[in-house]
């Protein structure tokens, strides 16, 4: 397994939306980016969020921590919804099997937020 490092965020208010966390802890090396904002006609954000796994292990669950600089409302990802459904941080589970050494795409995941939403810290674990 991998020695735990401490995760590290810092805030910039010059970075766009799209800008990505990556989580220090455990086997999964965790990454998320806004990859569509509220347009007209949509009133979304949508999140891409993908996870590395290295390690020596298999297992069939996954849970994906997600914290934002404002209050979301979940909308729907390809997973489960495990807390609650507003926040600034959201909890969801995932059914993927994972080989020791993998990468996962876990899709979209959708909220709702005002202007300026941005994501402040990222983590799967198994």
């Known amino acids: 397994m991998k020695q735990y490092s401490k995760p590290v965020v810092s805030v910039d ?37 993908n996870g590395q796994h290295h390690s020596d292990h298999t297992k069939e669950a996954q849970t994906l921590t997600i914290s934002f600089n404002q209050p979301v409302t979940y909308s729907s990802s ?10 600034t941080t959201l ?10 050494n993998d990468n996962i795409g876990l899709g979209d995941l959708v909220v709702v937020s005002d202007p300026g939403l941005s994501i402040t810290g990222v983590s799967i674990t198994d």
């Open 91 to 100: 909890t969801i589970n995932y059914t993927y099997h994972q080989n020791p």
């Open 78 to 87: 390809q997973g489960t919804l495990a807390g609650a459904t507003t926040g």
């Open 13 to 49: 208010n010059g970075l766009a939306e799209g800008v990505y966390a990556a989580s220090g802890a455990g086997c999964y090396t965790a990454t998320a980016n806004i990859h569509q904002t509220p347009q007209i006609g949509r009133g979304d954000y949508r999140i891409q969020v």
